[in-house]
């Protein structure tokens, strides 16, 4: 496999910065050290960096040549609240605090990548190394376009990469379209009366109305949504009551919508609100639904996925590169950054899918034999979205 030879040199210096990155993780937001790490890094490598984009967001700028082209590479560096039990030499020392998505080695890989870049300069335009905190749960992603990612720093389009748990080392997959589902949450608050448990009929019971309003939720997909649009309707979280002998007066129901058309939003949202309010009529309740923090789909413009394709080609060859699989309901905020720039998600192979090597779990660790391969990748992509002036006729 045409992995950058340098960067198959570096392998283990590079392995070295992402397990110090996940000995020390942090949470969304709070990604101090890591940004002190990466703005270090690229200050040794002659790359101006300017922090404190959301909070401890940071953008490292490089150009070549001089062409007016510019793109942006993205990489989040924000560890999971789970307590670690790889039991690995690089574990966590910071208590209740892992790196159990890989966004160390996503952080170390963009590193590699553009220490490589600032050293070749076989490009001609501006790369921007964007280093996102905040991906898990907060959407960082959403803050920084908010901050004025894209005003301040003028790209044409944007890439993303994540591991992926299930793909093969040496492979990767990528396709136009959505390829990581929206993610709205909701939270549905049934207030009543209460009662006594032996004299219901005295007072209200939200419990017996959220048991209706579950089983109506389940035809959400069933019988609202076209049976051709993926999506998912979870409830999550169930709370009411605390004792054996009383009708409690409130029930909190949590959820969330996963889903591929952006159009699905006010059909989901609705169907919800008009459902509570059956409820509330039928169980003389009060049903109140707050449906919050949408995460959009995460949707690949056609021309930057083929470029980005074309790219992983380079290092793993076309035979290893997938263009079918389908999306996954799993949600990414750097969807956010799509809906502001064309741009491109795609996958990196992280190896099976067996114990401990799902994302999120407490035995997941980063496969440090994919960093040259996902560096090579970001640097083949820069070469090829922002190619050199082809030398003059004589030149050398
Ligand atoms: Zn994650
Ligand atoms: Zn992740």
Known sequence: MPIIPELARSHAEITDWRRDLHAHPELAFQEHRTADFVAGKLAQFG?????????????????????ARAIGLRADMDALPIPEKTGCGHASTHDGVMHACGHDGHTAMLLAAARHLATT????GTVHFIFQPAEENECGGQVMVEAGLFSRFPMEAVYGMHNWPGISVGEFAVRPGPIMAADDKFEITISSRGAHAAMPHLGDDPIVAAGALIADIQTIVSRIVDPQDAVVVSLT??????????IPETVTLRG?????????RPVLAATL?????????????????RYYKPIPPAVNAAAPTELAARAAMQVAGAEKVHRDLPP???CEDFAFMLAARPGCYLWIGNGPA????TLHSARYDFNDEILPIGASYWCRLVEMALPSEPPAAGDQ
């Not at 609100?273 to 639904?289: I, N, P, S, T």
């Open 121 to 124: 300069r076989r490009f001609d």
């Open 328 to 330: 996954s309901l799993g």
């Open 256 to 264: 969330t919508c996963r889903y591929f058309a952006s159009g699905l």
């Open 237 to 246: 979280q169930l709370a009411g009551g605390n004792t054996w002998n009383v």
């Open 47 to 67: 790359i101006p960096v300017e922090r404190g984009l959301a909070g401890t967001g940071l953008v490292g700028t490089l150009r070549a040549g001089s062409g």
């Open 354 to 357: 067996s114990e401990g090597r």
């Open 273 to 289: 609100r008009r459902m509570a309010d059956g409820v509330a009529l039928a169980h003389d309740v009060q049903v109140a639904v």
